[in-house]
């Protein structure tokens, strides 16, 4: 059984960080782009980073490029999101997902989702 399961969720003064873990299983981890999407309040889907099978090629959205850094630990199945600097804009629901293809930013064909985790960015 696949699960991508969220964790690192919560309210967050702006200005401030987060760390956002995902743990996976039940499928092969090492075969598997893994990326992280937000949905905000109200608003469609939105890509916000991608890390390629080896942990060696990473991508961002403009809107977090130079705040955020995602890693994966192929070892443990897992793939994080640290994110600094937090904006009221980055206020969504957060998931990571996998694809066993890069998928641009408008495509959202992924294999496998996480059910999300909440961040609130407000004073």
């Known amino acids: 059984q696949v699960q991508l399961v969220e964790s690192g969720g919560g309210l967050v003064q702006p200005g401030g960080s987060l760390r956002l873990s995902c743990e996976t299983s039940g499928f092969t981890f090492t075969r598997y782009w893994m990326a992280w999407i937000r949905r905000p309040p109200g608003k469609g889907l939105e890509w916000v980073a991608t890390?390629?099978?080896?942990?060696?090629?990473?991508f961002y959205a403009a809107a977090v490029r130079g705040r955020a850094t995602i890693s994966r630990d192929n070892a443990k199945n897992t793939v994080t999101l640290e994110m600094s600097n937090l904006k009221p804009d980055d206020t969504a629901q957060y998931f990571c997902a996998a694809s066993k293809i890069y998928l641009l930013e408008d495509e959202f064909q992924y294999s496998f989702w996480g059910r999300g985790t909440n961040i609130t960015v407000s004073s």
């Open positions: 890390v390629d099978r080896r942990n060696s090629t990473r």
